[in-house]
């Protein structure tokens, strides 16, 4: 199983500001041609793939890379307006029940593909969400390696537990940073851990029965949805005896079982995230007993590196770049003055891409400041298991739908 992103069209269609209805965008074609495909020679060639794997090496990292970066985004109203006309839409903070408009997509995008898309507007320093699908956000499946930022979260909080609230993700084992961990699940750089196999050892360290619960007791979402199983591979000798900042040695005990399996929705994938990225926003949603610390780890790496002095890791380096094909990076990079952000997690199996997807696209003036409802943010969580003559076919597809 491999983990990459998904693409940007429905940026592109169904504006994060909602300035284009569903009846102004055409619906994607559901094919492309195999010689139509690839950028570089790596593209066209082998099992992986230009958009999910970045064989061609295009992925763009942004220059300001401040591990205690907020989206500066602003907007005057939690209401905005379709610059095509139509009624107004409303934004909610997290404290509202959880709405989702699941025809806004319809049209946009196919039915075959699996989506929650999570628009934000920050009104006077408070995320608003507005939720879009196109019918299929509750579908329940498989979502491969995609899942593995959810593990990796569950594990730091059994760690603050353990510790006693002194060391989550920033502490070492074998005298390894956990971050680096982090940042080799999402890049797949596999010399010295698997992808699968650290993902297996999270659920170790964090608990199965743990993991599933947070999907019903702080999610709240249904019993079809579980959430524990592992991902194809043995988990490494690491251990699980650990070594806070602090120098203070400490252990927890592995969890052995056999958890239930994956089986989750775009939606629940979405909001996992959200609730992650919003730690600091939405104190109310955040997940318990997890600290800021912890998600800049998962966010970026660990900031003293030993496997991969001086990069940017953790869900920053997720191979998979979607969401930078779908918009002109340069153009983000210079409006943003190097403070966009993209953070994701792909899952690849059977054929089936899936995609977590977090993004800000600030717009900022001369001085540094936020040009008022210029900015976007989302987070979109995807999912394609059908489409296309071949699996690299299908993979420009999904970056096609994003």
Same mark, same amino acid.
Not at 279 to 299: N, S
């Given at each position: 199983?491999?983990? %990459?992103? +998904?693409?940007?069209?429905?940026?592109?269609?169904?504006?994060?500001?909602?300035?284009?209805?569903?009846?102004?965008?055409?619906?994607?074609?559901?094919?492309?041609?195999?010689?139509?495909?690839?950028?570089?020679?790596?593209?066209?060639?082998?099992?992986?793939? !230009?958009?999910?794997?970045?064989?061609?090496?295009?992925?763009?990292?942004?220059?300001?890379?401040? %591990?205690?970066?907020?989206?500066? =985004?602003?907007?005057?109203?939690?209401?905005?307006? /379709?610059?095509?006309?139509?009624?107004?839409?409303?934004?909610?903070?997290?404290?509202?029940?959880?709405?989702? *408009?699941?025809?806004?997509?319809?049209?946009?995008?196919?039915?075959?593909?699996?989506?929650?898309?999570?628009?934000? %507007?920050?009104?006077?320093?408070?995320?608003?969400?507005?939720?879009?699908?196109?019918?299929?956000?509750? #579908?329940?499946?498989?979502?491969?390696?995609?899942?593995?930022?959810?593990?990796?979260? =569950?594990?730091?909080?059994?760690?603050?537990?353990?510790?006693?609230?002194?060391?989550?993700? *920033?502490?070492?084992?074998?005298?390894?940073?956990?971050?680096?961990?982090?940042?080799?699940? #999402?890049?797949?750089?596999?010399?010295?851990?698997?992808? =699968?196999?650290?993902?297996?050892?999270? #659920?170790?360290?964090?608990?199965?029965?743990?993991? =599933?619960?947070?999907?019903?007791?702080?999610? %709240?979402?249904?019993?079809?949805?579980?959430?524990?199983?592992?991902?194809?591979? /043995?988990?490494?000798?690491?251990?699980?005896?650990?070594? &806070?900042?602090?120098?203070?040695?400490?252990?927890?005990?592995? *969890?052995?079982?056999?958890?239930?399996?994956?089986?989750?929705?775009?939606?629940?994938?979405?909001?996992? +995230?959200?609730?992650?990225?919003?730690?600091?926003?939405? &104190?109310?949603?955040?997940?318990?007993?997890?600290?800021?610390?912890?998600?800049?780890?998962?966010? $970026?790496?660990?900031?003293?590196?030993?496997?991969?002095?001086?990069?940017?890791?953790?869900?920053?380096?997720?191979?998979?770049? $979607?969401?930078?094909?779908?918009?002109?990076? &340069?153009?983000?990079?210079?409006?943003? @003055?190097?403070?966009?952000?993209?953070?994701?997690?792909?899952?690849?199996?059977?054929? #089936? $891409?899936? !995609?977590?997807?977090?993004?800000?696209?600030?717009?900022?003036?001369?001085?540094?400041?936020?040009?008022?409802?210029?900015?976007?943010?989302?987070? +979109?969580?995807?999912? +394609?298991?059908?489409?296309?003559?071949?699996?690299?076919? @299908?993979?420009?597809?999904?970056?096609?739908?994003?």
């Amino acid at each position: 199983m491999r983990t %990459r992103t +998904l693409a940007f069209a429905l940026v592109a269609a169904a504006s994060f500001t909602a300035a284009c209805s569903p009846e102004e965008a055409a619906a994607p074609e559901e094919e492309t041609s195999e010689a139509a495909l690839g950028s570089c020679a790596a593209a066209r060639s082998g099992d992986h793939y !230009e958009f999910l794997d970045d064989v061609c090496h295009k992925k763009v990292l942004p220059t300001d890379v401040d %591990r205690n970066w907020q989206c500066p =985004n602003v907007a005057t109203s939690a209401t905005a307006t /379709p610059a095509g006309g139509g009624a107004a839409v409303t934004y909610a903070p997290a404290s509202a029940a959880v709405s989702v *408009d699941a025809a806004a997509l319809r049209g946009i995008v196919p039915d075959s593909l699996e989506v929650t898309l999570v628009l934000v %507007r920050r009104v006077g320093g408070r995320p608003h969400y507005r939720y879009l699908s196109n019918g299929t956000h509750d #579908h329940v499946a498989q979502p491969w390696s995609a899942t593995k930022f959810m593990a990796v979260a =569950n594990g730091a909080r059994a760690l603050r537990e353990a510790s006693g609230g002194r060391a989550g993700l *920033d502490a070492t084992v074998q005298g390894v940073p956990l971050g680096d961990l982090v940042t080799t699940i #999402h890049n797949y750089d596999e010399r010295r851990f698997s992808s =699968n196999g650290l993902a297996r050892w999270f #659920h170790d360290v964090g608990g199965r029965s743990e993991a =599933n619960d947070l999907v019903h007791g702080w999610l %709240r979402r249904p019993a079809s949805e579980t959430f524990g199983g592992n991902y194809g591979a /043995p988990a490494p000798g690491l251990g699980y005896t650990f070594r &806070a900042p602090s120098g203070a040695s400490f252990s927890v005990d592995p *969890d052995g079982s056999t958890g239930p399996r994956n089986a989750l929705s775009t939606r629940t994938m979405a909001e996992f +995230l959200k609730r992650l990225v919003m730690h600091r926003e939405d &104190a109310e949603t955040r997940l318990p007993g997890i600290q800021w610390v912890d998600l800049q780890h998962l966010f $970026y790496g660990a900031p003293t590196s030993t496997m991969f002095p001086g990069k940017v890791g953790g869900m920053s380096a997720d191979t998979a770049i $979607y969401v930078q094909s779908a918009v002109d990076v &340069a153009k983000v990079q210079s409006e943003s @003055r190097g403070k966009f952000r993209v953070f994701s997690k792909l899952g690849f199996g059977d054929g #089936h $891409y899936v !995609e977590n997807q977090y993004a800000c696209f600030p717009v900022l003036d001369a001085t540094g400041k936020p040009v008022p409802d210029a900015g976007k943010e989302m987070f +979109l969580s995807v999912r +394609l298991e059908s489409g296309g003559a071949s699996e690299r076919e @299908r993979d420009a597809l999904l970056a096609r739908h994003v």
